[in-house]
């Protein structure tokens, strides 16, 4: 029998990871070995647990997952990982692909694809949705690759990240203690962001937030 390839799961849903489990273990060269639902979690288990492939979600527990994205590159540069979100691919795809991750997969698109999308990963070779594949290479032609018409293309991973927090509702303090930041840190995050949209105010930067976040999640 062949041996099989330890995939560990990063993301903040028990069902969801128990179902993406199921769909793992069904397969007989592949098997999940560890989880979590943190990026702290995820850090010393990964590290210890040396997997073949690591799939992580953006949104975990207590950060972002592009921290563990980049924290995995630095610490275990060979490890493959493939992307699974409930964002839509044109908002995150870019952006976990120049962080390091070979893939990215909707939630949406799961069921029918993620074990291609795992092994194909695991050869080392990258995974997108033919439509994204088609959008960068569009992007390309246009010289305009890393730019994009999105509003928030324009904001640092670390932005966007508050920014998303600022759409869903959590104030200045809240959004510096899941993020380990100072409440003064979060505060020109909010200058910056304002500054890169051009965006005149906190009301305008909130009402803008919210609409992103109702529109993309």
């Known amino acids: 029998m062949q041996d099989r390839k330890k995939i560990f799961i990063v993301d903040d849903h028990p069902v969801f990871r128990k179902g ?8 007989d060269d592949l098997e999940v070995t560890g989880e979590a639902e943190s990026v702290a979690g995820a850090m010393d288990m990964i590290v210890k647990a040396r997997p073949d492939l690591a799939i992580v979600d953006i949104t975990l527990k ?5 921290d563990l994205i980049e924290y995995l590159r630095e610490y ?7 992307v699974i979100s409930m964002h839509d691919e044109s908002l995150y795809a870019e952006r976990v692909l120049r962080a390091g991750a070979l893939g990215y997969i909707t939630k949406q698109e799961m069921t029918s694809d993620v074990v291609s999308a ?10 997108l949705s033919a439509r994204m594949v088609d959008a960068l290479l ?35 303090g809240e959004i510096a203690n899941m993020l380990s930041l100072s409440v003064k840190t979060i505060g020109s995050y909010h200058e910056s962001i304002k500054k890169k ?9 909130m009402k803008h937030a919210v609409t992103w976040v109702q529109t993309n999640q």
Do not use: C
């Open 118 to 127: 795992v092994r194909q990963v695991l050869w080392g070779k990258r995974y």
């Open 197 to 205: 949209m051009h965006l005149k105010s906190a009301t305008e930067l």
């Open 76 to 82: 275990l540069p060979a490890l493959p990982i493939l």
């Open 138 to 172: 569009g992007k390309m032609m246009a010289g305009q690759a890393g730019k994009g018409d999105n509003p928030v293309d324009v904001l640092s991973n670390r932005e966007l990240e508050v920014f998303q927090l600022i759409g869903q509702g959590f104030k200045r």
């Open 20 to 27: 993406l489990a199921q769909l793992i273990n069904e397969e």
């Open 62 to 66: 207590d950060r972002s997952g592009m």
